[in-house]
C-alpha cells in the first residue's frame, strides 16, 4: 500500500496534463453523457473515430465491444494529457457483481497504463452518475483496489481521483489519507 502515490483534486478531468486519464465510457464506446461527453468534447472527433475502429474490432464481444469492467486505451488527441482509457463501469442494482466489476475498472486501467509504461493516471468517480452506483460505497471500491493494484505496478507513480461533485470530495477525503 502506498498512500504517498495517491492524490486528491475537485475538478473537470480534461483539463489535467497527466500521461492518462479515464474515461467512464459505455460499453458500445460510442461515447456518451457527463464525463464521457466531457472529454469527447474536448478531445475531438478524432477521439470517437479511434473509439469506433477498438469497438468494430472487438465486435462479436460479449456484453459489447468493452463489456462492464473492461478497459481500453486511446490516444488523447486535443486534450492536455497523453492516453485515454475507456472503462467501462456497472450499472449500480444492487445485490449482483456491481462491486467486483467497478473494482475490475480500476484494476484494468491501472494495468493498462502500466503496460503503455505510463506513470500517472486520473481517475473519475465511475459509475457515481448516471449509473447510479452509490458514492460511499463506490469510493471504497476506488481507492481499495488502486491501493492494492499499485503493489503490482511500481511503474505508475501517481494516481488523481478527481472529483467533480462536492459529495464526492467529501468521501474521497475521507479515503485518501497522506
Ligand atoms: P457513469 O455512467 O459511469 O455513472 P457519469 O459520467 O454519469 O458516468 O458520472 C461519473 C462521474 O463523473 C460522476 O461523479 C460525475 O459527477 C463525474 N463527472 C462528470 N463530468 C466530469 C468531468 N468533466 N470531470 C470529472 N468528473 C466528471
Known sequence: MDNAKLE????????????AIV??????????GGVDGAIHRAAGPE??????????????VPGGPCP??????TAAYRLPCRHVIHTVGPVWH????????????YRKSLLLAAGAGLESVAFPNI???VYG???????????GTVRKTLDETPGIKRVIFVCFDGENYAIYSRLVRY
Open 68 to 73: 462492464a469492467g473492461d478497459a481500453v486505451i
Open 94 to 105: 444492487e445485490g449482483g457483481r456491481e462491486a467486483e466489476l467497478l473494482a475490475s475498472c
Open 47 to 60: 477521439l470517437l473515430a479511434e473509439c469506433i475502429q477498438i469497438a468494430q474490432s472487438r465486435r462479436g
Open 127 to 129: 459509475s457515481t452518475g
Open 8 to 19: 486528491l483534486i475537485r475538478g473537470d478531468i480534461t483539463r489535467l496534463n497527466v500521461d
Open 133 to 143: 452506483y452509490p458514492k460511499d460505497l463506490a469510493a471504497e471500491v476506488a481507492v
Open 23 to 32: 474515461n467512464a465510457a459505455n460499453s458500445s464506446l460510442a461515447g456518451g
